[in-house]
């Protein structure tokens, strides 16, 4: 396993992606209310386009700012890591996107715990990093580290954003 700090550091942007939208989200849906001819909507109220482009820009941004004052062993050069941090945010939230489109498929409500909630972001937007990031990033302790951490952050999180007051669900 590559060093924890490490490992943790480049989480941020994934993280900030996937936890932003639920503060800074809001407004039109990303599905403009569309319904499919299973009778659910595309993807719901759940998904904003809000959402989508403030979780993306928060991810890049914290990853951007990282990336001046520690450049992570997975990455050549700062720009990369940068460049990286966009990719990650986005597909963080094109990740948690495509999990609603399959909660709807399979009849499950927006707000309504699903298995996919929890970690399809994290394997979306690592998809997203492999183009510029060395091949030691997905060493299995590493892949195993992010599922791990990821799948009990989520529900804890989403549990501290519910007695926060910032969302309606403790999930
Ligand atoms: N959110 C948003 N835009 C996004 C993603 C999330 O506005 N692209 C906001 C919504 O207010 C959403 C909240 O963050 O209700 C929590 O996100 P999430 O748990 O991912 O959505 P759910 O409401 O649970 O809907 P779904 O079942 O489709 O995941
Ligand atoms: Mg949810």
Known sequence: MAQLLDLLVFLIPIYIANSSPVVLGGGAPLDFG?????????????KTVRGFIAGTLAGTFA?????????LPFFPNPLTQFTAAFFMSFGTM???????????????????????????FLIVALAFAAPFASASLFDLPNLLFFAILTLILHPLTNFLANRAGLKNVPW
């Open 63 to 71: 990853g951007g700012l990282v990336s001046l004052f520690y450049l």
């Open 94 to 120: 094109a990740g948690d996107s495509f999990g609603s489109f399959i909660k709807r498929r399979m009849h499950v409500a927006p707000g309504r715990p699903f298995v996919l909630d929890t970690i399809l």
């Open 34 to 46: 569309r319904v499919l001819h299973d009778g659910e909507r595309v993807l719901g109220d759940g």
